[in-house]
């Protein structure tokens, strides 16, 4: 236990002092944050436009953009233990030993982070966006996208990596 723990803190140390020279990393690092910048943005947008309750139909009724604010606080718990847990896969495999996932992490990373500090932070998560509301009861944010789409294009390229790799072993 004791020499496993020992070997899990080097490699720690060893990955941390690799960040600070790793340009892909810092590059990963900056989009995650414009990323959580940009949902940031869209939510001042939308709570200085549209007050607590007030929402509106685009493009017929295929789009609702609204403001809606609900409490997160009993999932906070679970949701910052999520954030870390990405950012810890992260930091040990993005983006030097996996390029092919940096993308997805990034964009899934971006609205992680952005939904967890808007939870620690004020207490509730702002919603303003349905697509498809009479067919979809759900209203999302702009982080919720992110998370969507980020984890959508990292299972289709996890599924290519594996798919290559097999193809490669039959050879």
């Known amino acids: ?84 847990f990405i950012f810890g896969v992260c930091l040990f495999r993005v983006p030097s030993r996996a390029p092919l996932l940096r993308y997805p992490l990034t964009v899934a990373l971006g609205g992680i982070l952005a939904n967890s500090i808007e939870a620690a932070v004020f207490g509730h998560a702002t919603d303003w966006l349905s697509v498809l509301p009479e067919w979809r009861q759900s209203i999302n944010n702009l982080a919720d996208l992110f998370i969507l789409v980020g984890v959508a294009w990292y299972v289709l390229n996890s599924c290519r990596m594996l798919l290559a790799g097999l193809r490669e072993r039959t050879r």
């Open 1 to 84: 236990m004791r020499i496993a723990t020992e070997a899990a803190l080097q490699l720690f140390r060893e990955r941390v002092a690799q960040l600070r020279l790793d340009r892909a990393s810092m590059v990963f690092f900056a989009q995650v944050l414009c990323l959580s910048g940009l949902d940031f943005f869209a939510k001042w947008a939308i709570q200085a436009v549209y007050p607590v309750g007030k929402y509106q139909f685009f493009l017929g009724h295929l789009l609702l953009i609204g403001h809606v604010q609900h409490e997160v606080g009993r999932n906070l718990a679970l949701l910052i233990v999520v954030c870390l």
